[in-house]
């Protein structure tokens, strides 16, 4: 079973730059085995899909809206995975999540907020 922790999250004006971080750990979880993604909610909306990352880290796929502004990457020799994201707007505002696999439907950590305001 593999553990969770996002971490980085906080307040920017539009136009700002947050780095998101996540640690894995877990018995048996294997990091570097894993694609890893990120996925959000926004306050009274369902789970979005943001980015995914192959688990060499070679190939990623990212929401349209997101694309050109968040960077998602790994680090496989410190079970972490991170997001750059820049040039934030008002509507990136969410609890934003790391997930096991590709895609939303894997094991989440708790999240960590991220509000744009100005």
């Known amino acids: 079973q593999v553990q969770l922790v996002e971490s980085g999250g906080g307040s920017a004006n539009p136009g700002g730059s947050i780095r998101l971080s996540c640690i894995a750990s877990?018995?048996?979880?294997?990091?570097?085995?894993?694609?890893m993604s990120w996925v959000r909610q926004a306050p009274g909306k369902g789970l979005e899909w943001v980015s995914s990352l192959t688990a060499d880290g070679s190939y990623s796929k990212s929401l349209d809206s997101v694309k050109g502004r968040f960077i998602i990457s790994r680090d496989n020799a410190k079970n972490s995975l991170y997001l750059q994201m820049n040039n934030l707007r008002v509507e990136d505002t969410a609890m934003y999540f790391c997930?096991?696999?590709w895609g939303k439907g894997g094991t989440r950590g708790p999240g960590t907020q991220v509000t744009v305001s100005s």
């Open positions: 997930a096991e696999g």
């Open positions: 877990g018995y048996g979880f294997e990091f570097s085995q894993n694609a």
